[in-house]
């Protein structure tokens, strides 16, 4: 499975960007796909999951009300819409897939493919 996360850019804070992660490869096995974030100096961390077959969701609670996350199945891609954001938000943002259904969503271990990252860069 291949991962191409894209949308990634400059905003600035209290602005809203859109990322996008293209999967293609197997078709046959159904994905749950998550996003995750890298700022500088810090440790990837959990963003938010979606789940293929249903389109539930989870989220880290600090981003929970500006953060969503969606699928198109149509399209084998995911989304995570970002709002109001804030220069902290800074980061590289992954996208992964894990098998579904993973247990948790929120731990690296659970996903299989990642994608190559995006940059978001919010000034303040």
């Known amino acids: 499975v291949q991962l191409q996360a894209s949308g990634g850019g400059l905003v600035q804070a209290g602005g809203s960007l859109r990322l996008s992660c293209v999967a293609s490869?197997?078709?046959?096995?159904?994905?749950?796909m998550g996003w995750f974030r890298r700022a500088p100096g810090k440790a990837r961390e959990f963003v938010g999951r979606?789940?293929?077959?249903?389109?539930?969701?989870i989220y880290a609670d600090s981003l929970k009300g500006r953060f969503a996350v969606s699928r198109d199945v149509a399209k084998n891609t995911a989304f995570l819409q970002m709002n109001n954001l804030n220069p902290d938000d800074t980061a590289v943002y992954y996208c992964?897939?894990?098998?579904?259904?993973?247990?948790?969503?929120?731990?690296?271990?659970?996903?299989?493919?990642w994608g190559q990252g995006t940059q978001v860069t919010v000034s303040s």
């Open positions: 992964a897939a894990g098998r579904s259904p993973i247990r948790f969503g929120n731990r690296e271990y659970e996903y299989d493919y």
């Open positions: 490869g197997d078709t046959s096995t159904t994905y749950d």
């Open positions: 979606v789940r293929w077959g249903s389109g539930s969701t």
